[in-house]
């Protein structure tokens, strides 16, 4: 069981918007910025939100990073059947000084 | 473009010692900590520890008695090596570079394509 809660899984029909959350603690999302990963399977996670509410380079501005005290979220919007992934919150922990990711979400494009 | 690639053995034998070099191609590994992560069949994501590339660890406690990572930079590689290995250490290794921005915590901004490690006798 993650120190970080994410919903094991979500789902959306092409077109809607989709939110995941990731909870967690003042010693990890309430200090610290909070990364996205975005894995398809049988590849390597891949970096989709940095620093809350970054986009990298090629992202599509339909992902979107928020974060408010202990939680955070990423939004999707305009579901796409390509967006069907598991995707993983990231942030450093101050008490264990230490990387933790979510439990991660499946999302599922129905 | 950043690439990573990690190399080693995909068997390892029950409480022997995993060893899995990460080579850096398309940049420089001065500056960017460098991390292993690791994910078990069907689950999610396990952070291990970076290597800065000054040779600085930093290992996640529950394993910490057990890995250590070093960096080559003369070779733009770093390796892992995780001691007394059980079934439970079966997983995809990742190998990652860690970014920093200002005095934040280097996040993971470039990953290999993974190694699957099975501990089996």
């Known amino acids: 069981q993650s120190v970080l809660t994410q919903p094991p899984s979500a789902s959306g029909t092409p077109g809607q918007r989709v939110t995941i959350s990731c909870s967690g603690s003042?010693?990890?999302?309430?200090?610290?910025?909070v990364h996205w990963y975005q894995q398809f399977p049988r590849t390597a996670p891949k970096l989709l939100i940095y620093?809350?509410?970054f986009r990298p380079s090629g992202v599509p501005d339909r992902f979107f990073g928020s974060k408010s005290g202990t939680s955070a979220s990423l939004a999707i919007s305009g579901l796409r059947s390509e967006d069907e992934a598991d995707y993983y919150c990231?942030?450093?922990?101050?008490?264990?000084?230490?990387?933790?990711f979510g439990g991660g979400t499946k999302l599922a494009v129905l | 473009q950043v690439q990573l690639q990690e190399s080693g053995p995909g068997l390892v034998r029950p409480s022997e010692t995993l060893s899995l070099t990460c080579t850096v191609s398309g940049g420089s590994i001065g500056d960017f900590y460098w991390n292993w992560i690791r994910q078990p069949p069907g689950k999610g994501l396990e952070w291990i520890g970076y290597?800065?590339?000054?040779?600085?660890?930093n290992y996640n406690r529950s394993l910490a008695s057990r890995v250590a990572m070093s960096v080559d930079t003369s070779k733009n590689q770093f390796s892992l090596k995780l001691t007394s290995v059980s079934a439970a250490d079966t997983a995809v290794y990742f190998c990652?570079?860690?970014?920093?921005?200002?005095?934040?915590?280097?996040?993971?901004?470039?990953w290999g394509q993974g190694k699957f490690v099975s501990v089996s006798s």
């Open positions: 990652a570079r860690g970014r920093m921005v200002g005095a934040a915590p280097p996040y993971f901004d470039f």
């Open positions: 990231a942030v450093w922990d101050d008490t264990l000084s230490g990387w933790l």
């Open positions: 003042n010693s990890n999302i309430g200090n610290n910025f």
């Open positions: 620093m809350n509410n």
């Open positions: 290597v800065y590339y000054s040779g600085t660890t």
